[in-house]
């Protein structure tokens, strides 16, 4: 019997990447895929539909509505507990009944470089590597401390307006930078850090080579991108992972490479 089911999230957890499986109309029927343990996709993708928000643990989509893009309808993400804060620049909070907790939370202020690309970014305390990881960093850079998240967020606005870097990389620039040369990541940052001490900041980094968790190195040919897949047939046996680019060999011996953020909240049949 064919199987259907929805996208629900795609993440690390002890440093392996996994996927998360919701069942077509179950909220509570949710299978988890480790994608390093040989796993292979073989679906027909259909459309996008909200993928619920969080609030005192997870809640599904009242109105299971279908969305163009991103993973959440405009009443799930008003409803959800920190999908404002993902928006905060510092100036204003979006999330008053968040605030006295955020005021607490420590984070740090990180760089992350993909090749050539440099952004800048905050994480909290104790998630930093694996923030890094979940975005694909060749290398990151933990910077600062800062204590409330409302200051740590305005603190990364100004550092990304002296440096002239950016606070969000795409699906499409992370794969146009896939296969970097470690020297210009390396060299990106050290140049970075060095300018911010220059101007006053006292920055004493620390540094992550993060290249070894993306099993890139089985990827044995340049892979086609697909970035949207809607409407497609995705079969082929998962290689590789670096950040939201899940590249897969196919059966024959080709890789493709699909968005992860675009398939979430996508709706699949199983072929």
Known sequence: MTESGQVFRVFWQDFKPVMQLRANGNSTDIRTIKLFD??????????????????????????????????????????DEYFRCIRCDGSNCLNPNARRQCMEDVFFLYLASFNSLLKVGISRMFRLKTRLVEQGADFGAKLLKIKDGKKARKTEQQISHKL???????????????????????????????????LGYEINPEIYDLRSYYRLDRVSNEPVFIDNARGKTIKGKVVALKGNILILETDKGGNIALNTHDLIGRKFKEI
């Open 38 to 79: 040989d796993a292979q996709i073989s679906w027909k993708v259909g459309d996008k539909y909200c993928t619920g928000y969080w609030k005192n643990g997870y809640r599904p989509c009242p109105n299971n509505e279908k969305i163009d893009y991103g993973s959440k309808c405009k009443t799930c993400m008003q409803l």
């Open 164 to 198: 002239n870097v950016v606070d969000r990389v795409n699906g499409s620039q992370k794969f146009e930078h896939l296969f970097g040369d470690p020297n210009t990541s390396l060299k990106k940052i050290t140049s970075s850090i060095q300018k911010l001490n220059a």
